[in-house]
């Protein structure tokens, strides 16, 4: 599977190719194939992916009996074959699917996948909050400026404090704090939406601890 197209491989129950073929990366588009080709296909699988956890959500809305399999699992078993490309892979993957021979792997919910990607969101824009940070003292220090840790609107006014009018890096670190008063605030909305969720459900709020806690170390990692 890839995002343009993906390569499609149905066997009978003795394992007997039926068709092989290819099909858009597509909900639509796989559908109308399965439904011509497999119209009682028992088991549907399809690697672990960028784009599997939506394909099967949506394979699923429409009643077909996909299965999400373990990407790790199923190299290990097709690396033995000798030829290898997209086709073949196909062919191996239906052959796992038919045997019973994979590793099927839960799929999140909606609900969940949009939760994680806030918390990614969220904890990139904390990473480029530090890197600002961070590289606005490296230039600071390099003029002997110097000041206590601090980060937000704090780290802002410290900055600025020190940096007087016809200091040679003030258009360079106007440019930085700009960004950086920018990416401040959309963490802030963010924050008020995970703090919302965390108090709403636990796993939530074990998942922000365990990012915060991660965080906590590459910062600790940084100014050591």
Known sequence: MSQRETSVCVVDDTGKTVFQG???????????????????????????????????????????????????????????????????????????????????????????????????????????????????????????????????SQFRRKVWELVADGHPLRPLVQALLSVHEQVCCEQEKLDRQVRHLAREDERTRARMLSQASRIGRTIRASSS
């Open 22 to 152: 290819k099909a858009k990366s597509d909900p639509g588009a796989l559908t109308e194939l399965l439904r011509k080709r497999a119209p009682h296909a028992e088991r549907i699988g399809f690697e672990t992916g960028a784009m599997s956890s939506w394909l099967w959500h949506e394979l699923k809305r429409v009643g077909l009996p996909v299965v999400c399999i373990d990407a790790r699992h199923a190299k290990a078993a097709l690396s033995v074959r000798m030829n290898k490309s997209d086709e073949n892979d196909a062919r191996g993957l239906a052959e796992l699917v038919r045997v019973g021979w994979y590793r099927e792997v839960k799929v999140k919910s909606a609900e969940s996948q949009a939760t994680g990607s806030m918390l990614v969101a969220r904890s990139r824009l904390v990473e480029i909050r530090r890197d600002l940070e961070n590289q606005t003292r490296s230039m600071l220090k390099e003029y002997g400026l110097q000041f206590s840790r601090s980060i937000g």
